[in-house]
């Protein structure tokens, strides 16, 4: 215990925003005796433990005082195998962009549409990705991961997930409870072409349509309209696409008739959180040295020597910009730590 302890010294924790953050402790996890090593060492120290990826959904202070959990595992694993779709296990260090490139070219189809978003495995189902009429939670089997209070093996099924539009049971009851270590995911054999969210449409037009036709697209599209977060720190859309009651779509609408709106299957309405903060003004606004990228509305970019303070600062403006011209609340997407 002593010795663990004593490796303990500050370090750096990367992520995408570039944020200077120094944690207590950085765990390389690989098995269960590095997790228990960890919970005893958060029970002798009294701090917390933290799971985290790559950094690439998070707003980073600049001291996190608690151990630092990463995953290391990276494999991928055949669970079960017919004619029609395959069952993989993959660790929760696998690149996600590299899974769904390597998942295509095995001719294992379904996450095309998820292509090129940054981070690891292990972070899709807590923030239950999704891009271009998809979501992770579409093909997840089961989670795999311990308990950070008991150290026990533990699996969730699909369904003990609770996902929802950018959202799990892993933000919310189990948030620094669960550690992510495998998720199962199940894909077809055959392709699934969805294309109906409106660019993608457009965009694959004028071409036959396949797998990898919608592969490329996609990470076309994004690395047209999103800023890369290694040349240009970012945490990708910084807010969620508010969901509207249908009144509340009146009211929207009553003043800005054509803002872009998707319905949805329980009755209310999306709207584009970017559509409206393009509307009001503030592509370009800037706040210390955190500013609304020129690329995409929704994307909040720092030099690279931005604070926390100055993302922040900048992301408060917007919330109260929209809000005062168009009764609209924008949350977040990315968790903000401290």
Not at 51 to 62: A, I
Not at 65 to 74: F, H, Q, T
Request: charged share 20%; glycine share 8%; aromatic share 8%.
């Amino acid at each position: 215990m002593s010795d663990f302890y004593a490796q303990g010294q500050a370090d750096a924790i990367a992520n995408t925003l570039a944020l200077p953050c120094t944690a207590r402790r950085l765990v390389t996890v690989c098995g269960a005796q590095d997790v228990l090593a960890a919970i005893a060492w958060a029970k002798e120290t009294g701090l917390p433990l933290m799971p985290l990826g790559q950094g690439s959904n998070v707003v980073l202070p600049p001291m996190l005082e608690a151990a630092v959990l990463k995953v290391s595992d990276a494999t991928v694993s055949l669970l079960s195998d017919t004619q029609s779709a395959v069952t993989l296990r993959v660790g929760a260090g696998k690149g996600w962009h590299e899974l769904v490139a390597e998942t295509l070219d095995s001719g294992f189809y379904g996450l095309e549409n998820l292509a090129l978003i940054p981070g690891l495995v292990g972070a899709a189902p807590v923030q239950n990705i999704g891009a271009y009429g998809r979501e992770f939670a579409e093909f997840v089997v089961a989670v795999h991961g311990f308990d950070l209070v008991t150290g026990a093996a533990q699996t969730l099924a699909a369904a003990e997930c609770e996902f929802g539009y950018r959202d799990s049971v892993f933000k919310q009851g189990l948030q620094d409870r669960f550690l992510i270590t495998a998720v199962d995911i199940k894909l077809s054999r055959t392709a699934v072409i969805s294309i109906d969210y409106p660019v993608l449409k457009s965009r694959l037009s004028h071409r036959a349509v396949s797998a990898k036709a919608v592969f490329e697209t996609v990470v076309a599209l994004r690395r047209e309209r999103l800023p890369d977060p290694w040349k240009n720190p970012n945490a990708g859309s910084f807010f969620k696409n508010p969901i509207l009651s249908a009144q509340q779509l009146l009211d929207l609408q009553s003043v800005e008739p054509k803002v872009p709106v998707y319905p949805q299957a329980d009755g209310q309405f999306k709207v584009s959180a970017a559509w409206l903060i393009e509307r009001a003004g503030l592509r370009g606004c800037a706040k210390g040295a955190a500013t609304i990228s020129d690329q995409h509305a929704l994307v909040l970019v720092t030099d690279g020597k931005a604070k926390q303070s100055d993302v922040l600062e900048l992301a408060r403006h917007v919330q109260d910009v929209v809000e005062d011209q168009f009764s609209v609340a924008l949350e977040p997407e990315p968790r903000i730590y401290g």
